[in-house]
């Protein structure tokens, strides 16, 4: 009978599988949740505890400046950090209980943005995840960090 650690293991390699296989197409096209599918990412590169998303600012994203919003900077960096976490294979969903943004350059709307996140720690209950937003020059346009705790509710990707 296989132990919790390889069914963790297990089900992280079917959803690295998963996400490799959608690599350069758009999230909106998947099943991923509604928000993620309208803030329609596209995977760059994927590998346990690791994510890069490539995004395009759009005028809906943007403040009356039009420039990419601070909430929409949250919000890429936390859904990267949700979709990275859906990577380390946890039969339980895991949920923010803090999140930390710093803003530190800008985008405008029709520009791209990379956002790389990535699990710096995984303890027994809870996991520390980063997350960084690039314009397409690589200059820094914001950075995060976020706690997340394990729970018991389990996604209909893990079921």
């Known amino acids: 009978m296989p132990n919790e650690q390889d069914e ?8 690295v599988e998963f996400f490799i296989a959608m690599k350069g197409k758009e999230l909106k096209d998947f099943p991923v949740p509604p928000f993620t599918k309208w803030l329609n990412g596209t995977i760059i590169d994927v590998k346990r505890g690791e994510m890069e998303l490539e995004f395009v600012v759009r005028p809906e994203m943007a403040n009356p400046t039009g420039i990419l919003h ?3 900077q949250c919000a890429l960096m936390d859904d990267t950090i949700g979709i990275v976490c859906a990577t380390l294979g946890y039969e339980g969903f895991l949920i923010g209980i803090d999140f930390h943004a710093d803003y530190l350059g800008r985008v405008k709307v029709g520009e791209n943005v990379r956002v790389k996140g990535r699990i710096a720690r995984e303890g027994r209950k809870i996991v520390h995840a980063t997350a960084e937003i ?6 820094i346009i914001a950075t995060s960090e976020c706690n997340l705790t394990k729970t018991s509710f389990r996604p209909d990707y893990a079921k």
Do not use: A, F, P, Y
């Not at 963790?8 to 959803?15: G, L, T, Y």
């Open 70 to 72: 601070g909430g929409m």
């Open 8 to 15: 963790v293991k297990k089900r992280s390699e079917q959803m």
């Open 134 to 139: 690039h314009d397409m020059d690589g200059n």
